[in-house]
């Protein structure tokens, strides 16, 4: 990443720099300028624009693509919707359909806050606020150390106390010798579940 901004990255691509637009939520969590970056990438095409959107987590660019299939929310007024609370948070307001929290956010209206509130109320079932920490790690592949630490690390931001993530990170990996962060993930939150 070669500039930040709130709301805007630059980010180095084989020495091309690529403007993309981010949440604030984003912004928070990318680190220094000079750091690797990795972003979920959303490209934006009309004819006379073409625009890139970057989200840390596949949770934030799920909810922006709700967001903008919503008539009358562009990208922009989506971006600005994801900076105005946390995803889980923004989940649970519009499936509840609490319009009135929406408004709280500048830049969106009452009959703006009503259509998302309305349209999107029974569409973001899939969207889980809690997968959101695993999906900040997933696909990423490192050495075993380091992936065993990463799938310890967002277990404990689900919620769970470190010691039993180390203890059923490492019976998954003993058992079944899993390699990538996101079997590892998926192994423990079933033994977890149980």
Same mark, same amino acid.
């Given at each position: 990443?070669? +500039?930040?901004? /709130? &709301? ?12 993309? @637009?981010? *949440?604030?939520?984003? +912004? ?11 972003? +979920?990438?959303?490209t934006?095409? %009309?004819?006379?624009? #073409? ?7 596949? @949770?934030? $660019?799920? !909810? +922006? ?9 562009? *990208? ?5 919707? #994801?900076?105005?609370m /946390? ?10 359909? =609490?319009?009135? %929290? #929406?408004?709280?956010? *500048? ?6 806050a ?6 999107? %109320? =029974?569409?973001? $079932?899939?969207?889980?606020?809690a997968?959101e ?10 050495s =075993? ?5 990463d ?5 404990? &931001? !689900?919620?769970?106390? $470190? ?10 990996v ?14 423990? !939150?079933?033994?977890l579940?149980?």
């Amino acid at each position: 990443m070669t +500039f930040k901004q /709130p &709301s805007q990255v630059v980010v180095d691509v084989c020495g091309v720099g690529y403007e993309v @637009t981010i *949440p604030l939520s984003t +912004f928070y969590e990318v680190g220094e300028i000079g750091s690797e970056l990795s972003l +979920f990438i959303h490209t934006h095409v %009309r004819e006379d624009v #073409l625009q890139l959107f970057g989200f840390r987590t596949r @949770t934030e $660019k799920e !909810l +922006f693509l709700k967001l903008i299939s919503v008539s009358g929310v562009g *990208p922009k007024l989506a971006i600005t919707i #994801l900076s105005g609370m /946390p995803v889980g948070e923004m989940i649970q307001v519009i499936s509840a359909g =609490d319009a009135a %929290r #929406l408004t709280a956010i *500048p830049g969106v209206g009452r009959k703006t806050a009503d259509r998302v509130a309305m349209e999107l %109320r =029974d569409k973001l $079932k899939g969207i889980s606020p809690a997968a959101e920490a695993a999906a900040a790690y997933a696909g990423s592949r490192a050495s =075993d150390a380091g992936i065993v630490d990463d799938a310890v690390s967002a277990l404990v &931001s !689900l919620g769970y106390p $470190k010691a039993l993530a180390e203890r059923t990170v490492a019976s998954v990996v003993s058992e079944s010798g899993e390699r990538t962060i996101e079997d590892m993930l998926k192994q423990s !939150l079933r033994k977890l579940a149980k």
